[in-house]
């Protein structure tokens, strides 16, 4: 099994940063994706950025130039510093490790973390 814990919302004014982390436990596959995803009530959960163990990055268009993504594979860890945040940058963000069968590339399982809110205040 895998856990996910996540640190770093809050309340922050427009133009201001946060910075969330996400530390995983348990059996984590050496084949995996991190990200994150952010989810506002009555919307689908979207991707806002995922990372590689390689390092590869995908940003969704929205936060490209504002939000950067970084893991310590060591640690087990991602984090996603967030600058120059917009009110409409509010959600729950959540955290989500996919494990992924080496032999054939094909996603096995995802995992999510409980999610912590973002509010940016206009």
């Known amino acids: 099994q895998v856990q996910l814990v996540e640190s770093g919302g809050g309340l922050v004014q427009a133009g201001g940063s946060l910075r969330l982390s996400c530390a995983a436990s348990?059996?984590?596959?050496?084949?995996?994706?991190m990200g994150w995803y952010r989810q506002v009530p009555g919307k689908q959960r979207e991707l806002v950025a995922s990372?590689?163990?390689?390092?590869?990055?995908n940003y969704a268009d929205s936060v490209k130039g504002r939000f950067t993504i970084s893991r310590d594979n060591a640690k087990s860890t991602v984090h996603l510093q967030m600058n120059s945040l917009k009110a409409e940058d509010t959600a729950v963000y959540y955290c989500?490790?996919?494990?992924?069968?080496?032999?054939?590339?094909?996603?096995?399982?995802?995992?999510w973390g409980q999610g912590t809110q973002v509010t940016v205040s206009s």
């Open positions: 989500n490790l996919r494990l992924f069968d080496r032999s054939n590339g094909l996603p096995l399982k995802d995992y």
């Open positions: 990372i590689t163990r390689g390092g590869s990055t």
């Open positions: 348990g059996s984590i596959f050496s084949a995996n994706v």
